[in-house]
Every structure is written in structure tokens, then in C-alpha cells.
């Protein structure tokens, strides 16, 4: 008798529909997880609004699946089913799951960087995710939850993942004074994770008094609006007159990518984490050459964030409870999850779903 | 009584003239070095023609000094006197210069990036230079050359260390294949420098064919003509479909970066050396976060290049010979050596002066 899972299937550009569906089995090398919170990602609202844009509509070349698909890939839950040849992995496992999905053949992913796999592919896009009662994935993402860390918490290790591979990829060191462009999800987990890397002193750029107010309180040394202040000059006047050493653009718009290039001294980095929906003009002979600035991308993670994520929240270095705003039931997904996201964006950062 | 010496001295644009000025004493710290042969930059023509640039109008804030001043950077000679308070430098010392002026009040110098000093200035643009008999510069510019290593060979040294700046700047590793765009002066530099730190494979794109075959002659694995092949086809060819690990813009034309953009595999870093006189167009989506590239700039040299420099040609691992297209004497400078350079910019890679 095949059993019966509720879950949010992806049909098209608003058409999130919550479905019955047959119970997923797991298979070689496979877990099946009861999933307790799953997280809204800005890519499910873009997906939502505006897509498909990752969610496949021929077969993805890793997977085979298009859409319809289960979304969400932000998720915690504990294990309730092992399949074959899977080793250290048991019922009852408390996990979160890194949603990347591995392309053994691909020329980066045997380097460990499967964030830049050439077959990109993530659960809850290319293959079924989290916004479910219970989710099948490859045992190597799987990534134990420390005792102390709640499922709520857990949920929020794969975004807070997203913070330290940029700060990781920056080459951010110990010492450094950090510039972050916006203070949404992305712009607060880092934030978070530089933070917890030792950044001297962060200046945050951001708009929303909402959101400018929680950089402060998750350590943020000053916080700026770049509507009614000049942050090139408030951010020069206090680092010397040279400028940050890093600088994160996390919101995907070209004055915030100027603000960052401004404000970073010589041989300064800035790391691009923010989706840029189109070109931007830029001065290679201002920006590269004459002043000798790096510039790097960081996209999504690799499993050793995961880890890292985990273990900073485990050992109180990070607090993420601060980024939970609303918890939401999973039959209330589109209403009281998206339109409430996309309506009221100043009120919230992250909203969790849970099941049942 | 006063003697003199014979300069070329910048007084505006299209107007040096070889005149006879006042010899110079070296004065604390500073060394007086008699030229044997200093080489043509192509700044030195961007002076000439389109100047002035980096030559100051208003005192530089360095040196005090403005034009008129003698031009002249890439050089060696011997040293003929000494100033007071200079230690382990004596008459007779074969010498080349790094040209960069230190500011030691600036975060940068102090950190070693004088390349990167925020008050930067060059003898020969902001300090009188090396296209005369003699010159007076600071010790700490010094650099012994080594005893098989000939004075037209020292005055190659200054053009290399841009080469081996760029390919240090590039954290480029030994056995990573590598895409140089444009195989003028510095992109010839920068294939050797590139081939002595173990570059696997290296692909230039050159549309001029002298250029393109003294770069196969100096050990670049193939060499492309952009106006006649597809260069990212030939280039995705030969690297596995994904790229290359490094490539070098040596150029400052857009058309080169974005080549060097698209021969780049994800997480492989673009290194930009080439002057661009205006902005790009760039798309930090697929540029930076979908691809996970990175790019630095390189501007100049720092002293150490100039050990390395000394070294690689002293042990046979670079040969600098080839680059040297013509010897010409000091009183020519414009016509036989800026006139012939923007006639028949195909006939020549680093032309040589000398004082006498």
C-alpha cells in the first residue's frame, strides 16, 4: 500500500499548490527525513514570482526531474528511514541537509567545490524538497545536528552556510574591518559569519529601519541608510581614510556594488554574494588595475560549511534565533509564507514551515 | 663649478627635448648611477602622445616635483657616487631600480604594497628619471645585478617585474594552464614569468603575427588570431571543455576581458594588467556569483619582483633577449625610438637607449 505524504509542489510562476503525494522510499545510498522546519528562501520567491528560474522545466541533467517539484531546501528533521549501503547514518539522527547535489564526474565537484558544479543542481529545485512531511535524500548531505542546536535552529544552518562560504571565499582574516551591502537573510548571515571570523569592526549599508536595527543588535559596529547618508564618506572617515579591507555585496544592485568598491581600501576584497538580475558598468582601470582590488563571487556552499555552521551555533559563537520572524504550518504556505514575504518584506528575514 | 649632463626632458605632450642640465649629487641616502640603457615604456608613449598622465603639473606630493622633468624608468647602470648615510651599496655596483617612490607614512608602503601607495609616484614621472647620463635615486631602489647579467638584460629587468608582479598578484600555481590576452611588451613579460612559475599550458590570443610568433618562440604551448579564430572555442577545446585555471589581460580593450572572461573555468581568477582607458560592460551574475570567478588588478612591481626578476634571468630560467627589437642612442629618443614605436608598433616589443 503506498502511503501518502502532503507537501508544496511547484507547477509554474505562482502555482504552489499543497498535494498529496505518494510516500517517497529510500534507495541505495538514501534517508529518508521527517522534516520538522523547512525555511522560506529568497530563491523559493523568486522561484515563485518570477520563475521557473533554477526549477528545471526539461530534465535536469543530473537528476531527470523538471517540474512539477516539491520545493524547499532549508530544512531540519530527523532520520526515520535508512536505505541500502548507507553506513553511520541511524534512525532517529537529529540532521539538516546540505541541498547541493553532487555530479561525481564533474571537474569541480571532485575538487570539493560543488557550489560551482558545471551541472549546478539542489533539492527543492532539481529534485524533490522539504516543503513536505518527510524528504529522500543522498546521505552525503547529510549533516548531524549537535545536541544543543534546536530544529528550528537547524533549519537555519543551511542559509547561515551561505554567510560562511562568502566570508570563507572573501579570504576574510582575523583583524580585517568588513563593509556589508544590505541586511536581509544573506546580508545577516554574514554578518553573523564574519562576526564569528573576527572582523574588527563591520559597517552595514541598508535601508530598512527594521533590518538596520537587527545588524546592530547581531553586532554590527555601525549601521548606515543609503537613502539619507553618504556611506563612502561615513565609512572612509572611520577606517583612516582608505577604506575596509572586505567588502560584501549581498543585495545584487549596482549602486550597492559601487558603495562596496568605494569604501574597500587597495588590495581590498569585495565579495559578490547578491544576484544581479542585469550587466553593470564597471571602471577596470579604477577598480582592478590602479588600485590593485580583488573581486569574488560566492554562491550558495560547500558541505564544510554545514559543519562549521553547526558548530559555531552549537558552542553560542552564533546566535540565529534573532533571523526566525514567523513560524508558519505548511498548508498556509503561499498565503501566510510568500504573499506575507512579498507584501511585508521590512518585517521580515526568516520564516519557517513546518509540516504539520 | 657646476657640470652638466644630457637629459630628455618632458615638457608637454609631443614635446621632449634632449637637453643639457645640471648633473645631479646625491644627497642622504640617495646614490648617483651613470645609465648604461634604459628601455622605452609604453607609458612613456602614453606621456608622448597623449600626456601628461602620471607626469604631474602641480608638485606631486612625494618629490615636490613637477614638469618639466626627465623621463626615462626601465634601466641599469653603474653606481658612480654615493650619498651620505647609504650603507652596503659602493662605486662601481651594476644596478637596475625599482622606480617606485616609497612613502613610508602610507598603510599601503608600509605593508610592502608600494605599488599600491595612495600617494604613488615613479623616477622618470614624478622624480627626474633614467633617459640621461646620470641619475640620482634612493638606495633602498636598488638592486644589484647579478655578475652574468648584462646591462641591456638589467634594463629588461624593470618590464619583467611587471610580469612576475602580475603572475605573484594572480596567485597562479605551478601546473595551472593559463590564457594570456595580447602579446605586447607586458604580455610577453607575462608569459615568461608565467612559463618560470610552471604554467602547464599556456594560450595567447595576439592578432599581430610577429607578436604571435615571438610568443610561440618564447614558450607559449599555441597561439590564436582573435580576428580570424574563435578563440573561446580553440581555448574550451584544449581544457576539458571548463578552461583555463588563469588568464591575463594584457591588453585594456574590453573585446580581451571578456575573452578572458569566458576561457576562465568557474572559480579561476581573470588577473587584469592591461591600462583601460574607459569602462566595461559586466555582468556580476554569470561574471562573478553563478561562476565563482575571481579578478585582481597589478599595477607596476614591488622590489621583491625585482630580486625574483634578477634571479630567473640570471639562471637561464628567462630569457629576456628576445624582447630587444632595437638599440638606439639618447639623442634620437623621439625620432628612432616614440616615432618609430607609433609607426610600427608590429616591428617592435622593447627598444634600448643609451646615454652616449
Redesign the interface.
Known amino acids: 500500500m503506498v502511503r501518502n505524504l502532503k507537501a508544496a509542489v511547484y507547477h509554474g510562476r505562482e502555482d504552489v499548490r499543497i498535494e498529496d503525494r505518494p510516500e517517497p522510499k529510500p534507495g541505495k545510498g538514501e534517508v529518508k527525513v521527517e522534516v520538522k522546519y523547512c525555511g522560506i528562501c529568497g530563491t523559493d520567491l523568486h522561484e515563485y514570482y518570477e520563475g521557473p528560474i533554477f526549477i528545471p522545466t526539461q530534465p535536469h541533467p543530473l537528476t531527470g526531474k523538471k517540474l512539477p517539484v516539491i520545493i524547499g531546501h532549508e530544512f531540519s528533521g530527523d532520520i526515520v528511514e535508512v536505505g541500502e549501503g548507507v553506513k553511520g547514518w541511524n534512525v532517529g539522527d537529529r540532521v539538516t541537509v546540505d541541498a547541493c547535489i553532487v555530479d561525481w564526474t564533474c ?2 565537484c571532485k575538487r570539493g ?1 560543488t ?2 558544479c ?1 551541472n549546478l543542481g539542489f533539492n527543492g529545485l532539481a529534485a524533490d524538497g522539504a516543503f513536505a512531511e518527510y524528504v529522500v535524500v543522498p546521505a552525503y548531505q547529510l549533516h548531524k545536528l549537535a545536541p544543543n542546536v534546536s530544529y528550528e535552529e537547524g533549519a537555519l544552518v543551511e542559509p547561515l552556510a551561505c554567510g560562511v562560504e562568502g566570508v570563507r ?1 572573501s579570504g576574510m582574516k582575523e583583524g580585517d574591518t568588513v563593509f556589508i551591502a544590505g541586511a536581509g537573510p544573506i546580508g545577516l548571515v554574514t554578518l553573523l559569519a564574519a562576526r564569528a571570523a573576527g572582523a574588527r569592526e563591520i559597517y552595514v549599508s541598508e535601508p530598512m529601519k527594521a533590518r538596520r536595527e537587527l545588524a546592530k543588535q547581531l553586532g554590527a559596529t555601525e549601521v548606515f541608510d543609503p537613502t539619507t547618508v553618504d556611506v563612502k564618506k561615513e565609512v572612509l572617515e572611520r577606517t ?1 581614510g ?1 577604506g575596509v579591507d572586505v567588502a560584501f ?1 549581498c543585495v ?1 544592485y549596482e549602486p550597492a ?1 559601487n558603495s562596496c568598491i568605494d569604501v574597500t ?3 581590498g576584497t569585495i565579495c ?14 579604477s ?13 550558495a556552499y560547500e558541505g564544510v560549511d554545514f559543519d562549521i555552521s553547526i558548530a559555531l551555533i552549537a558552542d553560542g559563537r552564533i546566535n540565529v534565533k534573532p533571523l526566525i520572524t514567523k513560524k508558519i504550518k505548511l498548508d498556509n504556505l503561499v498565503e501566510e509564507g510568500f504573499e506575507e514575504l512579498h507584501k511585508h518584506r521590512e518585517r521580515h528575514i526568516k520564516i519557517l514551515v513546518s509540516p504539520k
Open positions: 571537474p569541480m567545490m557550489n560551482y558545471y571565499a583612516h582608505i555585496e545584487g556594488l581600501r587597495k588590495r559578490v554574494i547578491g544576484i544581479f538580475p542585469k550587466p553593470v558598468t564597471f571602471d577596470p582601470f577598480g582592478l588595475v590602479a588600485t590593485g582590488k580583488h573581486y569574488v563571487g560566492s554562491l
